[in-house]
T-cell receptor, first 114, second 113 residues
């Protein structure tokens, strides 16, 4: 069974640009959540999508957004990139909604903002 | 919101010895506690989890204990091997999952040959 797949794995963007990251969950999983990982702040919850609807949201500015498609695949977008957005962005999937359910992470997308 | 403290930040043990990593959480309503292992350049991998209706769970060389009264939980790895070297994260969830998982800052486990 394939795991959580994220693309692209690595990317470099310039301040002010926007970026879109993609995530394909484990087959049969309907919930997708996104986390940001940085050396200073650690792993922080961005948002969760279930059945194409954002169910939960972390404490991030509105520049961070996402969406989920009918096949459960998800994308997240960061607009007007700042240097501090440089991070590993992790997608995780689970069968059910809510972080009380077992979630499985992908390998992440490394974003560098210059 | 929930706050999770994890100690130590770095742990070095001899191969074959045991390793213990401890976490405390702040919200007594939290009821799900997973542990993740992250190797360099990879995403976190779930290694074991425990729910608040259970005090201990074991899977081969790995065990997790939970003390709800004291609001702390621990990861125990016995007979450590070189491949156990990684960063380990504990996390807590309110179960309803409104805020996602709250993670500790991580423990860098080093297994000395």
């Amino acid at each position: 069974k394939a795991g959580v797949t994220q693309t692209p794995r690595y990317l470099i963007k310039t301040r002010g640009q926007q970026v879109t990251l993609s995530c394909s969950p484990i087959s049969g999983h309907r919930s997708v959540s996104w986390y940001q990982q940085t050396p200073g702040q650690g792993l922080q919850f961005l948002f969760e999508y279930f059945s194409e609807t954002q169910r939960n949201k972390g404490n991030f500015p509105g520049r961070f957004s996402g969406r989920q498609f009918s096949n459960s695949r998800s994308e997240m977008n960061v607009s007007t990139l700042e240097l501090g957005d440089s991070a590993l962005y992790l997608c995780a999937s689970s069968q059910l909604q809510g972080s009380g359910n077992t979630i499985y992470f992908g390998e992440g997308s490394w974003l560098t903002v210059v | 919101g929930e706050n999770v403290e994890q100690h130590p930040s770095t742990l070095s043990v001899q191969e074959g010895d045991s390793a213990v990593i401890k976490c405390t959480y702040s919200d007594s309503a939290s009821n799900y506690f997973p542990w993740y292992k992250q190797e360099l350049g990879k995403g976190p991998q779930l290694i074991i989890d425990i729910r608040s209706n259970v005090g201990e769970k074991k899977d081969q060389r790995i065990a997790v204990t939970l003390n709800k009264t004291a609001k702390h939980f621990s990861l125990h790895i016995t007979e450590t091997q070189p491949e156990d070297s990684a960063v380990y994260f504990c996390a807590a969830s309110l179960g309803g999952g409104a805020d996602g998982l709250t993670f500790g800052k991580g423990t860098h486990l080093i297994i000395q040959p």
